[in-house]
Every structure is written in C-alpha cells, then in structure tokens.
C-alpha cells in the first residue's frame, strides 16, 4: 500500500512524475471513513492468495489490487460473531462486515469491483466451511426435492475478451445497435452497488402505489457515465429513461457477455425423473454461511 508521505516532504525539492503518482495513490487508498476499509491483519491466522476475475486490470497503478490477487485469512470465532451478529443480518450488512474482516490486503471496500466481489464471496465459504456446499433443488419437471452436494471449487473464471479493455481503465466504449450512440460503461465498484441499492429503495417508497421496480433503469443510470462523450448526470438519467428497449436489451446482453466473473453453474439431473438441466445457477441458501441452521 501507498505510504503517507512524511511531515517536512515536499521541502525545497521539486515534485518528481513519480512522487506525484505516489501522492494521488494515497489519497486513492486512504481516503473514506475507518468503517469502509478491510481489516488489514491476519493476526497470525493462516492466509490464503485468491486470484481476482478482473486480473487487476482495472485498478490504477499502485492500487494494492493491481496484482490481480487479493489475500484472505480463515474465518476464526471473531468472523462467526459476526455472522451470528443480529443486528448486522436486520442491517443487511453481515456479509459485507465479514469480508472486510476476511480481507487481509488493506483496500477501501468500496472500491472493490463487483465483479472481484463475488468470488472474494465464494472464496470466504471455502476458507470458513470448505469447499462442499449442500442444496436442496426441486425438479421443476416433476416437483421432487433432492439435495445436491456441490464443490465450489469446481467453479472457474469466464472466458471474455480482454481486448475491449484498456490496461488501469475502468470504463470502455459501446455503440447502441439501434440509436447509434456512443456510450462511455463503467465497471462498478461495492461502493456503487451501495448506491444503486439506496435509489432503489428510494423509488419504491415514492412509487409505491404503482408498484413500479426500477432497479434495471437505476443500475443502467451507474453504469453509463457518458452519452457521445456527455457526462452530465442528469443528462445521462434522461437518456436512460427514454432509451430503445432494443438498445437496452443489446447493452444488458453487452455487459453480461464482456464482464468478468466466477462462473457458479452447474449441470442437474433429478433423480426421481431423470429431468436434464444445463447451466443452473449456483443457488445461494442460508446454509451457505450458516451450515447447519
């Protein structure tokens, strides 16, 4: 991590390209509340290295995160507290307060991507239970229920196409089918997933009488940060509001094919009637921190 720079720097010395880069690091890493940021420490707790979807290839240089691998150290009875937290599960936190317990690389929470998110998440079941996972799935043939046991550790990284990215950029460019514009698409941060979850509580209240969800159009609205090179927000907001759904379609189906991720599916056949599917998606149940419950 960046070190803070000392009390009498920069003196009567000019500032190097180099000292500079080094000074913006560390507000980059260092700034936010104490809450937001991972703990830091292993206190002597083995650790494990997690090699992150993203590769690092969208944190600045200097970021703690640019290596493409981030370490965790085992879940110990300090973590289960936490999980067994009441106020934290009402919150809707605990799992955000575990894995900044979990991480030992000292990072801002909040600038951790989303994508690097879920398999930090898959990856902190593993340390704490292991790797097998037990489900229930009904057969949505015949109706039977049947429990499963999945390795998570059989779940690896998807194939995309690195080259639509730039090396430290979090954004890339994408031409709507239909309209023809030019968008400038953000990978998001844990700190704008935050955010996204607050607007969308905030239109369900407003809208409540309509029962309208608008949580695709608000997540859209965080992912694009320009129109044609226009980064105005609420001109972004409008654009949003009245894009094609052709074009919202084609953009969903972009961002989903170009994304990096942890592919969690897996093959299910049903025992009772041997009912076929490919590709299920890991489900996530209560048993997956709380075995057991």
């Known amino acids: 991590m960046s070190k803070v720079v000392n009390d009498d720097y920069p003196g009567q010395t000019p500032i190097s390209d180099a000292d500079l880069k080094q000074m913006v690091m560390s507000n980059h890493v260092n700034t936010g509340t104490p809450d937001q940021f991972t703990s830091g420490e292993s206190n002597n707790v083995p650790t494990e290295v997690i090699p992150l979807p993203s590769k690092g290839r969208f944190y600045p240089e200097g ?11 085992y879940m110990t009875a300090k973590e289960e507290d936490i999980l067994a937290s009441q106020n ?52 949505p043939n015949c109706g039977e229920k049947s429990k499963r046991n999945i390795d998570l550790q059989q779940f690896s990284e998807k194939v995309i196409n690195w080259d639509n990215f730039q090396e430290g950029e979090i954004t890339h460019t994408y031409v709507l089918p239909i309209s023809k514009h030019k968008l400038t ?12 979850e607050e607007a969308t ?25 320009g129109v044609d090179d226009n980064e105005d927000k609420s001109f972004i907001n409008q ?14 189906t972009h961002l989903k094919s170009i994304t990096p991720d942890i592919e969690t599916v897996f093959d299910y056949e049903c025992p009772s009637c041997g009912h076929e599917m490919a590709k299920m998606q890991l489900p996530i149940e209560v048993g997956f921190f709380w075995p057991g419950v």
């Open 88 to 139: 934290l599960i009402k919150q809707g936190v605990v799992i955000d307060k575990l894995l900044q317990s979990l991480i030992v690389t000292r990072i801002n929470y909040n600038d951790l991507l989303t994508v690097d998110k879920n398999a930090v998440f898959i990856a902190a079941r593993i340390l704490a239970y292991g790797p097998e996972y037990v489900v229930e799935i009904t057969c």
């Open 239 to 252: 654009f949003v509001d009245n894009m094609f759904s052709r074009d919202s379609l084609a953009l969903r």
């Open 201 to 225: 509580k905030m239109y369900k209240k407003a809208s409540k009488s309509l029962g309208v969800d608008r949580e695709l159009s608000t997540r859209l609205k965080h992912v694009i940060v």
């Open 185 to 196: 698409l953000k990978m998001l941060t844990h700190g704008d997933e935050k955010k996204i």
């Open 63 to 73: 970021h703690p995160l640019k290596s493409g691998v981030i370490e965790m150290k």
